[in-house]
């Protein structure tokens, strides 16, 4: 039998579809071990405050479709204080939680290594768009994200085709350029940009079109990750160097919502089921993994030490070649 009787689970970060999936095998698996579930609102702030519901198989039995946290989430700036840590360390005891399953990104893994000094087992489920976190091959929310992003370009180009221009499409990913390198590479896009790989040089992007433009193209496609460099920048040099009208479109935050994948359904309730799973094997302060596309888990902190992941290098040279 389990020594857990009740947790706390909760989504902090950027939302990302996939995390109700997660959220819903979380419930289902724990009452099938009779553990009681309380669900936390606005992510780490929800369990300073305690802001709290119980939750039930029946409230989130339809949720597998939905976009978004049904807990809704925050980045907490008090959560990086050891006071506020303490106050919700203080509220899971008076509450009787022994354990917290926390959904969320890079800063959410953080928080939690943080909070396990305060005597809390907290476990983590990587949920980002962004595919980020280094211990693991896959983060909730990416294959939406990049279905979103490959649609959206998709119409762009439509648009730039018919006008003969150059589209700059500017995607999110923050420090990462999964997105942009997967949906530039499913678009068929002339030049990807990567925060990994950019060395300053805008001319090996201008010259490029410049050279396609004198073959006689007549519309082109560059994806650029957030970050990296000013998009509008990017279009007025490719405008001065080749003539081009060139437009710059910000996709922004459609990329985080609407309804998750099969994909993401499927390794949310995956990675949901494993935590509970973990945590009544008796094991404390991991993080669960995908890696050879079998679930795993990392120590938190073990985790963290691994966060210099570099985009796949095979996937990296064939949107090269693929650029060509
Ligand atoms: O969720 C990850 C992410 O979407 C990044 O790609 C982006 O930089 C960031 O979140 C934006 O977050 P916020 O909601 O704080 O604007």
């Known amino acids: 039998m389990s020594k857990i009787k009740k947790i706390a689970v909760l989504t902090s970060g950027g939302d990302a579809p996939g995390m109700n999936s997660a959220i819903r095998a979380v419930v289902f698996s724990a009452a099938h071990l009779g553990m009681e579930v309380v669900g936390v609102f606005r992510g780490y702030d929800g369990l300073i405050d305690w802001e709290t519901t119980p939750i039930g198989v029946e409230d989130v039995r339809n949720i597998n479709n939905q976009g978004g946290t049904i807990l809704f ?11 506020y840590r303490q106050q919700a360390a203080d509220n899971l005891q008076k509450h009787g939680v022994d354990a917290v399953v926390a959904i969320g990104g890079d800063g959410t893994l953080r928080g939690a290594i943080e909070f396990r000094k305060e005597g809390v087992n907290i476990v983590c489920i990587p949920g980002t768009i962004d595919r980020d976190v280094a211990c693991t091959e896959y983060t909730l929310g990416f294959d939406t994200a990049a279905n979103t992003a490959t649609e959206a370009i998709d119409k762009i180009r439509d648009s730039s085709v018919s006008h003969g221009r150059c589209s700059v499409v500017e995607v999110m990913g923050r420090k990462r350029g999964y997105i942009a390198l997967w949906a530039g590479m499913a678009t ?7 925060p990994e790989k950019w060395d300053g040089n805008f001319d090996n992007i201008t010259d490029s079109i410049a050279k396609r433009h004198a073959d006689g193209r007549n519309s082109y ?12 920048e990017l279009a007025e040099r490719i405008r001065q160097k080749t003539g081009i009208e060139s437009r710059v479109s910000v996709l922004g935050y459609i990329q985080r919502g609407g309804q998750p994948t099969a994909k993401d359904r499927m390794y949310g309730s995956l990675m949901g089921a494993y935590a509970i799973e973990i945590l009544n094997q008796g094991k404390e302060n991991r993080i669960v993994a995908i890696k050879n596309d079998l679930l795993i888990d990392f120590d938190i902190a073990e985790a963290l030490t691994l966060q210099n992941n570099t985009l796949d290098s095979f996937q990296y040279e064939l949107s090269l070649r693929l650029s060509e």
């Open 221 to 232: 496609l560059v994806v650029v990750a957030e970050g990296v460099i000013d998009a509008p």
């Open 73 to 83: 989430t925050s980045r907490s700036e008090r959560f990086l204080q050891q006071e």
């Open 188 to 194: 068929s896009a002339d030049a990807i940009v990567l």
